[in-house]
Nanobody
Framework: EVQLQASGGGLVQAGGSLRLSCVAA????????IGWFRQAPGKGREVVSC????????YYGDSAKGRFTISSDNAKKTVYLQLNNLKPEDTAVYYC?????????????????????????????WGQGTQVTVSS
């Protein structure tokens, strides 16, 4: 059973930074994607950023481009999300999720190497979330 543990959230002032971590365990496949998603009160879950374990493919949602950076340590099965220049509208619960890339490719109807999207609907294993609160 895939297990995901997200951590690193907290309270920060606007313009500040946080580093989120997501540790994955309980699986043996080696080609997977880990995504960071967030959900603010009263809103749907949206993609922040995703990364693959095998070829370094990354994806950023519009809200993350230019401010957030995703990285990974595959040996530790850990993905990091560096949040810089945080804004009050970044306040949300941040979740990490994991899915084998073959399953994502099948869902999208494309070869693995042509995956160019990251949607919460494509992920089935989720962590518990970590709260990020940005004060103005």
């Amino acid at each position: 059973e895939v297990q995901l543990q997200a951590s690193g959230g907290g309270l920060v002032q606007a313009g500040g930074s946080l580093r989120l971590s997501c540790v994955a365990a309980g699986f043996t496949f080696d080609d997977y994607a880990i995504g960071w998603f967030r959900q603010a009160p009263g809103k749907g879950r949206e993609v922040v950023s995703c990364i693959s374990s095998s070829d370094g493919w990354t994806y950023y949602g519009d809200s993350a481009k230019g401010r957030f950076t995703i990285s990974s340590d595959n040996a530790k099965k850990t993905v990091y999300l560096q949040l810089n220049n945080l804004k009050p509208e970044d306040t949300a619960v941040y979740y990490c999720a994991l899915e084998p890339r073959t399953d994502i490719a099948q869902s999208l109807g494309v070869p693995v190497l042509e995956i160019d999207d990251c949607s919460p609907h494509d992920f089935t294993s989720w962590g518990q979330g970590t709260q990020v609160t940005v004060s103005s």
